[in-house]
């Protein structure tokens, strides 16, 4: 649906997040759309509520769109709009993610911090977004550093 609606503005399309990952259970799918730039998104901004996913005009940042489809109260998809450029949302998003899928012992660590965070913070998305953010950061500087021999 979305290379039918987008395809000549879209450079690659990624799944990401912990549904991405064999083994994390997420009622979220999340996916990266990469464009070479978020200028000309109008076209992105005026057909993707046709197809189910809400804009949120104050959910714009300098190198991210973000279009969540569902109900506010269930979602079910989480589509950013991302920079190729972007290191934070693009390269970093796939370095998160590939590392995880190497890494059991990282996996069962996440699998463990989400479920202890989603049940305190059950009703409030934002904080349990932030207390997971340390240990996400902390897993892509790892990715980065060259493996060991």
């Known amino acids: 649906m979305l290379l039918s609606n987008f395809g000549d503005q879209i450079i690659a399309i990624q799944h990401i997040g912990s549904t991405a ?5 997420e009622p979220i799918i999340n996916i990266n759309v990469a464009v070479p730039s978020l200028e000309r998104i109008n076209s992105f901004i005026e ?3 046709k197809i189910g996913y809400k804009y949120i005009p104050e959910r714009r940042f300098s190198d991210r769109q973000f279009f969540p489809k569902g109900p506010d109260s269930k979602r079910t998809h989480h589509l950013n709009l991302v920079k190729i450029s972007s290191e934070t949302c693009w390269k970093n998003q796939l370095l998160f993610q590939d590392y995880m899928r190497t890494h059991a012992d990282t996996q069962k660590a996440y699998i463990e911090l989400k479920t202890r965070l989603v049940e305190k913070y059950a009703d409030n998305r934002d904080e349990y ?3 997971k953010s340390s240990f996400i950061r902390e897993i892509i ?3 980065k550093r060259p493996s060991q021999p």
Do not use: F, R, W
Request: overall charge neutral; glycine content about 8%; hydrophobic content about 35%.
């Open 141 to 143: 500087e790892k990715a």
């Open 47 to 49: 057909k993707l509520p």
């Open 129 to 131: 977004t932030e207390q």
């Open 21 to 25: 990952i064999p083994g994390m259970l």
